[in-house]
């Protein structure tokens, strides 16, 4: 089962006389980048949150937030008071700046109140009084059915993927039918064309070592034989049927194996050597390049 990196989910809770909102999302990545937006003022919370997030997760660029309110308050209103010894701080932070200025002849603007009410930790929640190990247990016991329906979702786009990518699959196996279909025809092409030229270089050249001659032209031959690339292509296609059957992240092999499709498919072209095999080529290397994008949101 192929799981996406894309997902979305949102869900509200309640409980220990506080309401909230989850708000989880993510979009692929590399490796597993969270990024958490939650209150402070619950002790531990986001620790224990990134470790479960760690635990269901294995790749993307994760945002949660979380939103907490006081029953009965408006959202976002959680009760909050002045932090009396961080405004005296901040104030005398300010009374030295002036004074500093002042003595630089430097004119300062007028701090406001909503300027100084703006200063991390100036204003707390009233939360913070009482004890919130009560509140972060309720919190976390409905972490759960959040992250189930973030899986759900990113499962639904992962089915899309696995269809979209085994029909890309099925055009690279076609096109490398076809591929071994022309390399066929024009080995026998190949073969007389070089039969040709080693008449020719032996009419016109007196005392060419012909074995020497065949030698190289056999080498020739060997460097334009595709055979070892369609085969090659083949193995490709039915490891990446093997991963898409997989249960569990397969991204990273994805990401190297699309590296090795390409590899192939530019080889390919190299040899190519015929109009017919070279538009099989680029056909190849432009339906893994869809691929690669396509494998990119893989988990």
Same mark, same amino acid.
């Given at each position: 089962m192929t799981i996406s990196m894309t997902g979305f989910a949102a869900r509200k809770g309640q409980g220990a006389g506080h309401s909230w909102a989850w708000d989880i999302?993510? %979009?692929? @990545?590399? *490796?597993l980048d969270l990024r958490l937006r939650v209150p402070d003022w619950i002790d531990g919370l986001e620790l224990a949150l990134r470790g479960e997030? *760690?635990?269901?997760?294995?790749?993307?660029?994760?945002?949660?937030?979380?939103?907490v309110a006081r029953d009965g308050a408006g959202e976002g209103a959680e009760g909050l008071r002045v932090n009396v010894p961080?405004?005296?701080?901040?104030?005398?932070?300010?009374?030295?700046?002036?004074?500093?200025?002042?003595?630089? @002849?430097?004119?300062?603007?007028?701090?406001? &109140? &909503?300027?100084v009410l703006a200063v991390r930790g100036v204003l707390?929640?009233? &939360?913070?009084?009482?004890?919130?190990?009560?509140?972060? +247990?309720?919190?976390? +016991?409905? !972490?759960?059915?959040?992250?189930?329906?973030f899986a759900a979702m990113r499962a639904t786009e992962g089915a899309a993927l696995n269809a979209v990518?085994? @029909?890309?699959?099925?055009?690279?196996?076609?096109?490398t039918a076809q591929a071994a279909t022309e390399a066929a025809a024009r080995r026998e092409t190949a073969s007389a064309t070089l039969r040709e030229a080693l008449a020719r270089v032996l009419a016109h050249a007196d005392g060419v070592d012909e074995a020497r001659v065949a030698q190289e032209l056999a080498l020739? &031959? %060997?460097?334009?034989?595709?055979?070892e690339e369609l085969d090659r292509l083949a193995a490709h296609v039915s490891a990446a049927r093997a991963l898409l059957a997989e249960a569990g992240p397969v991204g990273?092999?994805?990401?190297?194996?699309?590296?090795?499709?390409m590899r192939e498919a530019n080889t390919l072209c190299s040899k190519a050597q015929? !109009?017919?095999?070279?538009?099989? *080529?680029?056909?190849l290397k432009t339906v893994i390049d869809q691929m690669r994008e396509q494998v990119q949101n893989v988990e």
């Amino acid at each position: 089962m192929t799981i996406s990196m894309t997902g979305f989910a949102a869900r509200k809770g309640q409980g220990a006389g506080h309401s909230w909102a989850w708000d989880i999302r993510s %979009v692929n @990545g590399k *490796g597993l980048d969270l990024r958490l937006r939650v209150p402070d003022w619950i002790d531990g919370l986001e620790l224990a949150l990134r470790g479960e997030l *760690g635990r269901a997760l294995q790749r993307g660029n994760v945002s949660l937030t979380l939103k907490v309110a006081r029953d009965g308050a408006g959202e976002g209103a959680e009760g909050l008071r002045v932090n009396v010894p961080t405004l005296a701080s901040v104030l005398a932070a300010l009374a030295e700046v002036e004074a500093a200025a002042m003595s630089a @002849g430097v004119t300062l603007a007028q701090a406001t &109140a &909503a300027d100084v009410l703006a200063v991390r930790g100036v204003l707390d929640s009233a &939360a913070t009084e009482t004890d919130t190990a009560p509140l972060r +247990a309720a919190i976390l +016991a409905d !972490l759960p059915p959040l992250l189930a329906d973030f899986a759900a979702m990113r499962a639904t786009e992962g089915a899309a993927l696995n269809a979209v990518i085994a @029909g890309q699959l099925d055009q690279i196996a076609d096109l490398t039918a076809q591929a071994a279909t022309e390399a066929a025809a024009r080995r026998e092409t190949a073969s007389a064309t070089l039969r040709e030229a080693l008449a020719r270089v032996l009419a016109h050249a007196d005392g060419v070592d012909e074995a020497r001659v065949a030698q190289e032209l056999a080498l020739i &031959a %060997v460097k334009n034989d595709v055979q070892e690339e369609l085969d090659r292509l083949a193995a490709h296609v039915s490891a990446a049927r093997a991963l898409l059957a997989e249960a569990g992240p397969v991204g990273r092999k994805f990401d190297f194996l699309m590296q090795e499709f390409m590899r192939e498919a530019n080889t390919l072209c190299s040899k190519a050597q015929s !109009l017919a095999l070279t538009r099989i *080529g680029l056909d190849l290397k432009t339906v893994i390049d869809q691929m690669r994008e396509q494998v990119q949101n893989v988990e």
